[in-house]
């Protein structure tokens, strides 16, 4: 079962940590700006180390969802006739994969392509809608898709894109981020509380921080990495006695 940690839980757990059961030298506003900076910190760190690790997935047909305390229509990334840009999610930070989920239109492809790329720049110089079969796409700032050629046929998408989460900021609200992981936001919280204060325990709670994350993926990564062999077919096979 998730252990689901509100703003005000967090806060208290870096209270324990700084020894300071009520505000007296940290105020609130404080400990929470610094627990923002330390979800944002987990949050670069975990994609470090397995950038698939916070993807969502979304379809077009989806309807209305709330995201980031802001009302989005899933069908902002329908493909529909004579429109080259759509507006993603307003939690969308990368893209993994499209897919198109239409009836009879699965085998379409989206590309990815820069902008510069000779390719997209050919497809961009088409002006006139065409059948769907293979489209090139890139992110146009920091959440428009673009696409190249435009579509004559309405397309249903799924998208498969890493996300990321929301600021806290009410005591209630609770962090988006998988159990333990909000153990390494209270110690990066603490140790930008006792940066400020310039003390020579800040390291110590910077470095546990680490260690939890580091804990948590160190096994996958073992895993990943070790060499794979597999022995194949008649590869034992020294010849007919």
Known sequence: MAHL??????????????????ASFWSNAQLNRYITRAKDRVWNRVIALNEDYFTITRDSDGGNITVLGETYASSSFQIVSATRDYTLPP????????????????D?????????HPDMRAMLEITD?????????????????????????????????VRFF?????????LEMPH????????????????????PDAELYEKTGDKIIAEMFGAHHRQIQDVETATGYLADWTGWS
């Open 5 to 22: 940690r509100t703003l005000s839980d967090m806060r208290t757990g870096v209270r324990d940590r700084l020894d300071e059961s009520t």
């Open 91 to 106: 939690d969308f930070r990368e893209m993994k994969m499209i897919e198109v989920l239409t009836d009879g239109y699965e």
């Open 108 to 116: 379409v492809r989206f590309l990815y392509r820069d902008l510069a």
């Open 129 to 161: 809608d065409q059948t769907p079969s293979t489209f090139y796409f890139d992110i146009v700032g920091e959440r428009t898709l673009r696409i190249a050629p435009m579509s004559s046929t309405t397309l249903d998408l799924r998208l498969t894109y």
């Open 166 to 174: 929301t600021d806290l900021t009410t005591d209630t609200q609770t």
């Open 180 to 199: 333990p992981l909000y153990l390494a936001v209270e110690e990066y919280a603490t140790f930008f509380a006792l940066r400020q204060d310039r003390s």
